[in-house]
């Protein structure tokens, strides 16, 4: 699944294009080569005999299957998390993902090294149409509540920052939901090769629902981040006893 190449705005002067990329290892091969966009393609379901922790290339997390075409709804919350920046560009991008073979809509959090400074911006996509709240104040530590809801009528995405009392919130057109994702989406300012990944050290994502009942329920596929030469940047923890919240770790940028 795949979130169409775009631009930041007022960003794009220093940061340059950008965009997500979730997992691509679900994939169909003809899929896979759009490696880099998060959004323009969808994962194939999930099989009953997929591995249980699945490498990808772009994505730590959980990716649960629905039914095509049925109103899904995704939710969690975490805390941004503190990076230790150099002068090297790393992201990464922590929310959650309504995705289908064409499209896909998210809320979530960019979180980058640029330049030496850590940068947060609230980020919302709908149908690979991604709005970028650049002037919103985010900081580490900030408690942030994100949900996606697509039906085929219409669709939802919205970022609360609880500490700072601010919402944004996106309304437009719907579309056919193939699965619902909750993690660390990768970020690539050249359409191909995601970012390294920032020192974000352990992001919990709790309250995870899908479709408003526990993510374990949704009997999700767990996705841990590995590049090409094997190295695990990121792994994922096993789902708490509730089945609504997951850690991530960071291992290797």
Do not use: E
Request: hydrophobic letters at 40%; one cysteine or more.
């Amino acid at each position: 699944m795949v979130l169409a190449r775009s631009r930041m705005p007022a960003l794009a002067a220093t940061i340059g294009p950008a965009a997500l990329a979730l997992p691509l290892s679900l994939a169909v091969p003809a899929q896979a080569a759009a490696a880099g966009n998060v959004g323009a393609r969808g994962p194939a379901r999930v099989r009953a005999s997929a591995p249980s922790v699945i490498p990808s290339p772009a994505f730590a997390g959980y990716v649960a299957s629905v039914a095509t075409g049925s109103a899904t709804s995704a939710a969690a919350q975490f805390k941004v998390p503190r990076l230790p920046c150099t002068t090297t560009y790393w992201a990464i991008a922590p929310g959650v993902a309504i995705n289908n073979f064409t499209s896909s809509s998210a809320a979530l959090v960019f979180a980058a090294c640029y330049h030496g400074r850590a940068v947060y911006v609230p980020v919302l996509d709908i149908n690979n149409n991604a709005v970028y709240y650049n002037t919103t104040r985010v900081r580490a530590g900030d408690v942030i509540k994100v949900s996606a809801k697509v039906t085929t009528r219409g669709t939802t995405v919205q970022v609360t920052d609880v500490t700072r009392r601010v919402t944004k919130r996106r309304t437009g057109p719907g579309a056919n939901s193939s699965t619902a994702a909750v993690g660390d989406n990768g970020w690539t300012a050249d359409g191909r090769t995601p970012l390294g990944v920032p020192g974000f050290g352990t992001l919990t994502f709790t309250s995870c629902l899908v479709d408003g009942r526990a993510l374990a329920r949704s009997h999700p596929a767990r996705y841990q981040r590995v590049t090409s030469r094997g190295i695990l940047q990121i792994a994922t923890g096993a789902l708490s006893p509730g089945g609504t919240a997951f850690p991530t770790h960071y291992k290797h940028f």
